[in-house]
């Protein structure tokens, strides 16, 4: 193990706290499941028949006491075996985005070109709670099965099957005595977690978004819905990243797990949202203001308004391990008290309510039950042959149970849009001090799925920001009362940022909204305060005295915004004459030339914190006027003020709309797993002459450490130093090189007396090493590049590049991103039942 972390640790020595956490946490799942790989390697093989107890079993004290009680009529309860996952809890079907050394340490297999994330072997079982005797429905050796939930008539079982020798997991059904299994979808991807709804659909999760992690190497998958036939499936969810684990509420809202991220932590929100089964009306459940928690298996205890959870905790652990939760959402949807924790054990998964008293749990060791205060009793493990490589999952009883209420179809798929009303954005959390009139428009925009991941970090998007390119959707107004009334496209990931007089940001938002097509929702205000009581509704609003408002695009500025393309040439313009590696007024380089990564501009503008973008940060919802355009110092530096540089109208606006899209480096997905050329530096020679200086002891969250400081900026990052276009040209030779040859002597005194020095030949050198290998394999910015190979795979598996594709063939991955990104736009359906162009 040691042989890859260390590389990945020098990678990550410029990166922030949030970075830094990230890796360790990344670390250890890499470590367990090495660990794991070992053991499955040394595993048993399979039993040949089912584990069938001695007729002496019987019910211990605590199943007893249950039968006699909330399970009287329950005779049998069918669960899962199958291989349990061994990386993030998310990653238990699906491939791999590249080849690299996590997947190879924790895919469980190599196949078709790449890594996946399943094991193989699984069935589907009935268990009876009074004999202990077992029955098999179905057993794949080389499959998977996982995920069931018993029909409202106790006589089937819906679940999500792969089929041995095959990958995709599609929905099936059997009938509970193991006959008539039926096959509902097909196709490529993958189909899990389904659950019955009352009117007969089925809600399920689907990688048919076909979108990989934000943060890692692996596929999403987000809600679909069908018929019961598995016909007519549509998506429900926009999301970038999981939706997990729906289930049915009595008041026939879908209970579900959402996971996402909108420049904000990328590890700490994963709460429980709701919406109807038609999709319509998406809000919090409970949590999205704390984080710290994946809330995962979400369902309701009967009789009571709670929900039991496995409360998974952190970024959420494999297979969501992690307690037993109560959650009562009448105390408000992040009110703390509101969580009980069921007794002790934090290896606990998949809990289903039998009442507030009586729970079925599974566990690594088998499944148990467990009363209200967390008690609990092993009512059955696997054979011991199989324990080392098997698991149980998901224990459900088999018996009838009520249909939940069936809520009336709000969606008109004919309307390639929905409409949203606001009714003040300046009621709200957080909007203290903006005065009534303030506001003048939203920013609407977009978050756009990635095709693939390389990595758990945001790079090379942004430094320590935003993980997602964001799209400029177009602007609506705000009439002075406050209120807004406007159609959006349907089934898009919206966010909004509301815009003052001079199209400067007041304040955003820190999450994204979907509406269905032909949804007409509303929402209060601003960051709404869901915990007041209601107030006197306004039906004079002066959005509602005429019909929605349609987005009004900007059609002057790129929908997604390039740094290299598009904001260096006004750095070219106004500010390089004065921001260059000779002059360096205000020790500030602005030139475009290449870095490892990213470019001296792109550097300077983090490391000197001249914008406000998105950060990897727990927390959103910040104060007016603290974020984005509004507190960018680059904006104030291009008004006229600073030795009179004043951008044009276009130029202002393009500045502005890079930085509220999040001031991303690229504008392709073209550019992610590709187009670093790190500099192998000659330490130990620089540490003799400039360590004295510039190592130094830095606070990490693994305690102080010494690093390498240069320049005020973050520690460890040499990056910005080292200029791969022109290395003589490079800070971290010039700085050092006395004045009389050409240096800056920035150190006080020459360090380098010429360039003759041999540790200046040795670093020049390592630098032109460095632009020799940017040359040859070019950045996306350049004339040549090509994006890596596993980016050309999956826009291939998803249809925007051909097959027969040749390794010298021209690809334009803007236009092949943005026919991906088109992909996703809703198409309406004509009475007829066909899709139409929207």
């Known amino acids: 193990m040691a042989d890859f972390t260390l590389p990945c640790l020098l990678q990550w020595m410029g990166g922030g706290f949030s970075q830094r956490f990230l890796l360790r946490q990344t670390l250890w799942w890499g470590l367990g499941g090495a660990v794991f790989l070992g053991a499955c390697l040394t ?78 072997g699984g069935r589907l079982c009935a268990l009876n709670l009074r004999t202990g005797a077992v029955r098999v429905l179905l057993d794949d050796p080389r499959g998977g099965v996982r995920d069931p939930q018993v029909h409202y008539d106790g006589r089937k079982i819906l679940f999500s099957y792969r089929k041995g020798g095959t990958h995709p997991f599609h929905l099936y059904e059997i009938n509970v005595d193991g006959t008539e299994l039926r096959q509902l ?68 809202r879908v209970l579900y797990m959402r996971w996402e991220y909108v420049d904000r932590s990328q590890v700490h929100f994963h709460h429980l949202w709701t919406m109807n089964p038609d999709g319509t009306f998406q ?51 992040d009110n703390q008290a509101a969580v009980k924790i069921l007794g002790k054990g934090r290896d606990w998964k998949d809990p289903y309510p039998i009442s507030e008293d009586c729970f079925l749990v599974a566990h690594p060791r088998g499944l148990f039950v467990m009363d209200g205060v967390g008690n609990s009793e092993l009512i059955y493990e696997l054979p011991p042959e199989e324990r080392a490589k098997f698991q149980c999952h998901e224990p459900r009883p088999i018996v009838p149970r009520p249909r939940e209420r069936v809520l009336a179809s709000r969606v008109d798929l004919t309307k390639p ?108 205000g601003c960051h709404e305060v869901r915990t007041h009581s209601p107030h006197v509704i306004r039906t004079d609003l002066m959005a ?4 929605p408002d349609k987005i009004q695009p900007i059609s002057d500025v790129p929908k997604v915004l390039d740094f290299p393309r598009d904001i260096q040439p006004i750095l070219d313009r106004h500010c390089v004459t004065c921001h260059n590696p000779d002059r360096r007024e205000g020790k500030i380089d602005l030139t475009g030339d290449h870095t490892a990564r990213y470019s001296i501009s792109y550097w300077t503008i983090r490391v000197h914190n001249l914008v406000s973008d998105g950060r990897n940060e727990p927390r959103g919802n910040r104060p007016p006027y603290s974020y984005g355009s509004a507190a960018s110092r680059l904006m104030k530096l291009v008004d006229g003020s600073h030795y009179g540089v004043k951008l044009s109208p276009l130029e202002l606006k393009t500045l502005r709309l890079w930085i509220d899209t999040s001031a991303c480096y690229p ?91 041999p540790v200046y030949q040795k670093t020049l050198a390592a630098i032109e090493d460095a632009h020799r290998r940017l040359q040859e394999g070019k950045r996306f910015d350049m004339p040549g ?54």
């Not at 130990?684 to 360590?691: F, I, M």
């Not at 990056?719 to 700085?735: F, G, I, Q, V």
């Open 43 to 120: 595993a048993w093989g399979r039993a040949e028949q089912p584990h069938t107890p001695a007729s002496t079993w019987k019910p211990g004290p605590l199943l007893q006491k249950m039968l006699a009680g909330p399970l009287s009529n329950v005779e049998e309860i069918v669960f899962a075996v199958r291989v349990p996952g061994r990386d993030h809890w998310y990653v238990t079907f699906g491939n791999y985005s590249d080849d690299s050394e996590y997947p190879r340490t924790l895919g469980f297999k190599f196949e078709d070109g790449v890594y996946w994330g399943y094991g193989e």
């Open 185 to 252: 979808t097909d196709g490529p991807d993958d189909d899990i977690e389904p659950t019955y709804c009352p009117d007969g659909s089925i809600i399920f999760c689907s990688s048919r978004c076909k979108r990989f992690v934000n943060c890692w190497y692996t596929r999403v998958a987000v809600l679909y819905r069908c018929d019961a036939d598995g016909k007519n499936i549509r998506p429900l969810s926009s999301n970038n990243d999981h939706d997990n684990t729906p289930w049915m509420l009595p008041d026939g």
């Open 283 to 333: 809000t919090v459940f409970f949590g999205n203001m704390y984080g710290g928690v994946a809330m995962l298996d979400a369902k309701p205890i009967p009789g009571t308004n709670r929900v039991v959870v496995s409360w998974s905790p952190g970024h959420g652990r494999p297979e969501h391990l992690g307690p037993v939760a109560i959650v009562d959402p009448s105390l408000g949807p």
């Open 417 to 524: 849009t929905g409409t949203l009303i606001l009714e003040d954005i300046y009621q709200g959390r957080n909007m203290a001090g903006v005065p009534r009139g303030k506001i003048k428009k939203l920013l609407v925009l977009k978050q756009l799925p990635k095709p693939v991941n390389f990595s758990g970090g945001m790079e090379p998007l942004t430094i320590g920001g935003s993980f997602t390119l964001a799209e400029v959707v177009g602007e609506v107004p705000v009439e002075p009362d406050g209120s807004a009334h406007f159609e959006v496209p349907a089934l898009q990931s919206l966010f909004f940022v509301a815009l003052d007089e001079n199209d400067l940001s007041v304040k955003r938002m820190h999450s994204f909204v979907t509406l269905q097509p032909g949804e007409v929702t509303s929402c209060v």
């Open 544 to 547: 509602l005295r005429r019909p």
């Open 667 to 757: 504008g392709t997905y073209a550019a992610l797993g590709c187009g670093y050329y790190p500099v192998d530096l000659p330490w130990g020679d620089l540490g003799q002459r400039c360590g004295a200086c510039h190592v130094k002891e830095v606070a990490t969250p693994e305690g102080p450490k010494k690093m390498a400081v240069f320049n005020g900026g973050f520690p460890g990052a040499i990056e910005p130093l080292c200029n791969l276009d022109r290395p003589e040209k490079s800070y971290l030779l010039r700085a050092p090189l006395a004045k009389s040859a050409g240096g800056l002597e920035a150190c006080g005194e020459a360090v380098f007396a010429d360039t003759n020095d």
């Open 785 to 838: 590049f090509r994006p890596n190979r596993h980016y050309i795979r999956e826009m291939q598996r998803f249809g925007f590049l051909p097959e027969d594709l040749g390794p010298n063939d021209p690809i334009d991955y803007y236009k092949v991103d943005r026919d991906y990104w088109d992909s996703f736009l809703y198409q309406p359906i004509n009475t007829s039942g066909l899709a139409t162009k929207p």
